[in-house]
């Protein structure tokens, strides 16, 4: 027995059991379609990039589409191809997340302990936002895998870890690829104030910083320079001036939420993480306790998950997405507190972390669940049956007609379904779709149109117009119709 008790000592502790077990609340991705807004613009992006062969200009619906940098367009590029637009499109928000909960889990393990890296994981994995966020077509979890890999790269860095620095710039670099400056922002301002708050660190600010440099300024320009060659000063505007100086500074009125917008994040965070976050208090460490490489080091990821909080709070632009990098540091505090007082060397099988295993479970029946009723409850699953109707069908031109909701009073973050454009329909179709307000310009368009619209926006007069124009406009009855008609314009 003493012989068998030595030898799983010494067996290396592993957290390749404990990773498979946090994917469990991804499982299901696939099983409903996407949701609009967000992640039907970027579904439909990378089918028209697929579509047109291109690999620097985004496109929607015809158009050049700069809300976002490239990487998830060039993720999800060879995905879609290849695993189809149901598995395909949300594969690189999941493939991010399982990376990042590898990655902050590794640093976990090695800077603190083994059981520390495995609480590390399962906080992650048992966290409902970070569960939801990440079963989603966005930008956010590849921006997360990005900035959680540089910061811990600099933390490398500043202990002397060799090439530690380049590997940090390529990550801040590909950050900058995943949602714009704002990853080289709250880089700098991390360096900066652990400069300030870390005197025992600055000797390790020395030496050359090419490595750093090169690696950044290479994986910027892979796509930034042949972008503004390709468009010149359209996406300056679009993409520099529009989609970042604009949001951050309330220009963009769709994400202002006003001062309600100063509850969000708390809110998130608190919902988002529960029951974790009820720790979150005592995980925080004190400036009190000022000596060690591990209280330094626990600073330090106080103050990465501090600065992207208080970034994100006081930009006027506003989404519940935008505080996800707060998520793996704030984990890792809390891995770190749940383990306190283990051996440095001692990880504890799963079966005796009943409670977070069960939640981690719960939390994916709970995504899994919440999502495929909303897919339902929304209207989406409807709408998509009819453009994959649509698509089969060839038509000269597929028309949304009167999508967007009529009551524009009805601002963001209400609790209402709103209506939308549903820009995931030239995706569902696999062509541009015309967008059309007024039902004149739909007799001109090229004939056949087949036209999806809402059930109260096609009026007797519209058929008498039609009819004066020398068209036939019928209904196509469908099965599932409840939300949504469709309707055939053809010549006499």
Same mark, same amino acid.
């Given at each position: 027995?003493?012989?068998?008790?030595?030898r799983?000592q010494?067996r290396p502790?592993?957290?390749?059991?404990?990773?498979?077990?946090a994917?469990?609340?991804?499982?299901?991705w696939w099983?409903?379609?996407?949701?609009?807004?967000?992640?039907?613009f970027?579904?439909?992006?990378?089918?028209?990039?697929?579509r047109?062969?291109?690999?620097?200009?985004?496109?929607?619906n015809?158009?050049p589409?700069f809300?976002?940098?490239?990487?998830?367009?060039?993720?999800?590029?060879p995905?879609?191809?290849?695993?189809?637009?149901?598995?395909?499109?949300?594969?690189?928000?999941?493939?991010?997340a399982?990376?990042?909960?590898?990655l902050i889990?590794w640093f976990a393990?090695?800077?603190?302990?083994p059981?520390?890296g495995?609480m %590390?994981?399962l906080?992650l994995?048992g966290?409902?936002?970070w569960v939801?966020?990440?079963r989603?077509?966005?930008?956010?979890?590849?921006?997360?895998l *990005?900035?959680?890999g540089?910061?811990i790269?600099?933390?490398?860095?500043?202990?002397g870890?060799?090439g530690?620095?380049?590997? *940090?710039g390529?990550?801040?670099g590909?950050?900058?690829l995943?949602k714009?400056?704002?990853?080289i922002?709250?880089?700098?301002?991390l360096?900066?104030?652990?400069?300030?708050?870390e005197?025992? *660190?600055r000797?390790?600010?020395?030496?050359g910083?090419?490595?750093?440099?090169a690696a950044?300024?290479v994986?910027?320009?892979c796509?930034?320079l042949?972008?503004?060659?390709?468009?010149g000063?359209t996406?300056?505007?679009?993409f520099?001036i529009?989609q970042?100086?604009?949001?951050? %500074?309330?220009?963009?009125t769709?994400? +202002?939420a006003?001062?309600v917008g100063l509850?969000?994040?708390?809110?998130?965070?608190?919902?988002?993480?529960?029951?974790?976050s009820?720790?979150?208090v005592?995980?925080?460490?004190?400036?009190s306790?000022?000596?060690?490489?591990?209280?330094?080091?626990?600073r330090?990821?106080?103050?990465?998950?501090?600065i992207?909080?208080i970034?994100?709070?006081i930009?006027?632009?506003k989404?519940p997405s935008y505080?996800?990098? *707060?998520?793996?540091p704030?984990?890792?505090?809390?891995?770190?507190? %749940?383990?306190e007082?283990?051996?440095p060397?001692?990880?504890?099988?799963?079966r005796?972390?009943v409670?977070?295993?069960?939640?981690?479970?719960?939390?994916?029946?709970?995504a899994q669940?919440?999502?495929?009723?909303?897919y339902?409850k929304s209207?989406?699953?409807?709408?998509?049956?009819?453009?994959?109707?649509?698509?089969?069908?060839?038509?000269?031109?597929?028309?949304?007609?009167?999508?967007?909701r009529?009551?524009?009073?009805?601002?963001?973050?209400?609790p209402k379904?709103?209506e939308?454009?549903?820009?995931?329909?030239?995706?569902?179709? +696999?062509?541009?779709?015309?967008?059309?307000?007024?039902f004149?310009?739909?007799l001109?368009?090229p004939?056949?149109?087949?036209?999806?619209t809402?059930t109260d926006?096609?009026q007797p007069?519209d058929?008498?117009?039609?009819?004066?124009a020398g068209? +036939?406009?019928?209904?196509?009855?469908?099965?599932?119709?409840?939300?949504?008609?469709l309707?055939?314009? %053809?010549s006499?």
């Amino acid at each position: 027995m003493e012989g068998e008790a030595g030898r799983d000592q010494a067996r290396p502790a592993s957290l390749w059991p404990t990773l498979l077990v946090a994917f469990l609340p991804f499982l299901g991705w696939w099983t409903y379609g996407l949701f609009d807004l967000d992640e039907g613009f970027y579904g439909s992006v990378v089918a028209e990039m697929n579509r047109r062969h291109e690999w620097i200009t985004p496109y929607y619906n015809g158009h050049p589409w700069f809300e976002k940098p490239i990487l998830l367009y060039w993720v999800g590029k060879p995905l879609m191809a290849a695993f189809g637009d149901a598995v395909g499109a949300r594969l690189p928000s999941v493939l991010a997340a399982i990376a990042t909960m590898a990655l902050i889990g590794w640093f976990a393990k090695r800077r603190f302990s083994p059981a520390a890296g495995q609480m %590390t994981i399962l906080v992650l994995g048992g966290s409902l936002f970070w569960v939801l966020a990440s079963r989603m077509m966005i930008a956010d979890p590849l921006l997360v895998l *990005c900035e959680t890999g540089a910061m811990i790269a600099f933390w490398e860095s500043l202990q002397g870890s060799k090439g530690a620095r380049a590997w *940090c710039g390529l990550a801040v670099g590909f950050g900058t690829l995943a949602k714009g400056p704002v990853a080289i922002f709250l880089f700098a301002v991390l360096a900066a104030w652990t400069y300030w708050r870390e005197p025992d *660190c600055r000797k390790g600010f020395r030496g050359g910083w090419l490595g750093f440099w090169a690696a950044l300024l290479v994986s910027v320009s892979c796509w930034y320079l042949p972008a503004y060659l390709q468009n010149g000063y359209t996406f300056i505007d679009n993409f520099f001036i529009k989609q970042n100086l604009e949001r951050f %500074t309330g220009g963009d009125t769709a994400h +202002n939420a006003g001062l309600v917008g100063l509850l969000i994040y708390p809110a998130t965070l608190f919902v988002g993480m529960f029951p974790w976050s009820l720790k979150l208090v005592k995980a925080w460490p004190r400036r009190s306790q000022d000596s060690g490489e591990d209280v330094r080091l626990k600073r330090y990821v106080a103050s990465w998950a501090g600065i992207v909080f208080i970034f994100f709070t006081i930009s006027s632009a506003k989404l519940p997405s935008y505080v996800l990098p *707060c998520l793996p540091p704030l984990a890792l505090l809390l891995g770190v507190y %749940t383990t306190e007082g283990l051996g440095p060397r001692e990880i504890r099988p799963l079966r005796s972390l009943v409670g977070p295993v069960i939640l981690v479970v719960v939390v994916g029946v709970l995504a899994q669940v919440g999502f495929s009723i909303w897919y339902d409850k929304s209207g989406q699953r409807e709408l998509h049956s009819m453009a994959a109707y649509v698509a089969n069908q060839s038509p000269a031109t597929v028309a949304a007609y009167q999508m967007p909701r009529r009551d524009h009073d009805l601002g963001t973050l209400k609790p209402k379904i709103q209506e939308t454009s549903h820009p995931s329909l030239p995706m569902v179709v +696999n062509r541009p779709v015309l967008e059309v307000e007024k039902f004149d310009d739909l007799l001109h368009a090229p004939l056949p149109v087949m036209i999806l619209t809402r059930t109260d926006r096609i009026q007797p007069y519209d058929f008498a117009a039609a009819k004066r124009a020398g068209l +036939n406009l019928e209904e196509l009855p469908r099965p599932d119709e409840a939300n949504y008609k469709l309707f055939l314009l %053809t010549s006499h």
